[in-house]
T-cell receptor, first 113, second 113 residues
Framework: GDSVTQMEGPVTLSEEAFLTINCTYT??????LFWYVQYPGEGLQLLLK?????DKGSNKGFEATYRKETTSFHLEKGSVQVSDSAVYFC????????????FGAGTRLFVKA | DAGITQSPRHKVTETGTPVTLRCHQT?????MYWYRQDPGHGLRLIHY???????DKGEVSDGYSVSRSKTEDFLLTLESATSSQTSVYFC????????????FGPGTRLTVT
């Protein structure tokens, strides 16, 4: 079945370190791919998205590229800040009817000053 | 920010009592969703709606019912609350014109004693 697998956390980094959070998926057809972020006590917020193969989504210094050949959508940031500490969710939405979204389990990121 | 509100934001109730959570949107998005978030389980879909009076079950629908009589409101009812339904509940909305990216409400923390 359709699924999203992301690396287990927590991930702990020092400020200004490079961040990678791995995400792979299995899906029938050609899904849209998303990264959402959840700050403590809040709902999820869309961070970035990519709707077709080779698209790169970017926002707030974060980037992810839709790799169809490796079924991956890894999240990267060149220099993390303490304020990036949050839980990050990879997700896919199937385009067959469109409303079914599958979320990964989430990866908690801690950034130390 | 997308106009999504949830009420109440916090609730403590006793086992066996009925509980209704409300989600209200001002974005006129077609699709609405109810999720629950529990440690170790990520986000799990309870029910969703693809239009007024059109609803369907998600992966963890047992013990829950929903109604959508207006585009802007989506109600989640626990007919007889159990301790296993203690969780944080999130409402989300999406629309096919926006690549189905989801916008989340702030969440309702429900405790069943």
């Amino acid at each position: 079945g359709d699924s999203v697998t992301q690396m287990e956390g927590p991930v702990t980094l020092s400020e200004e370190a490079f961040l990678t959070i791995n995400c792979t998926y299995t899906a029938t057809g050609y899904p849209s791919l998303f990264w959402y972020v959840q700050y403590p006590g809040e709902g999820l917020q869309l961070l970035l998205k990519a709707t077709k193969a080779d698209d790169k989504g970017s926002n707030k210094g974060f980037e992810a590229t839709y790799r169809k050949e490796t079924t991956s959508f890894h999240l990267e940031k060149g220099s993390v800040q303490v304020s990036d500490s949050a839980v990050y969710f990879c997700a896919l939405t199937l385009n067959t009817g469109g409303f079914k979204t599958i979320f990964g389990a989430g990866t908690r990121l801690f950034v130390k000053a | 920010d997308a106009g999504i509100t949830q009420s109440p934001r916090h609730k403590v109730t006793e086992t066996g009592t009925p509980v209704t959570l409300r989600c209200h949107q001002t974005e006129n998005h077609r699709y609405m969703y109810w999720y629950r978030q529990d440690p170790g389980h990520g986000l799990r879909l309870i029910h969703y709606s693809y239009g007024v009076k059109d609803t369907d079950k998600g992966e963890v629908s047992d013990g829950y019912s929903v109604s959508r009589s207006k585009t802007e409101d989506f109600l989640l009812t626990l007919e007889s609350a159990t301790s296993s339904q203690t969780s944080v509940y999130f409402c989300a909305i999406s629309d096919p014109t926006l690549s189905y990216e989801q916008y989340f409400g702030p969440g309702t923390r429900l405790t069943v004693t």
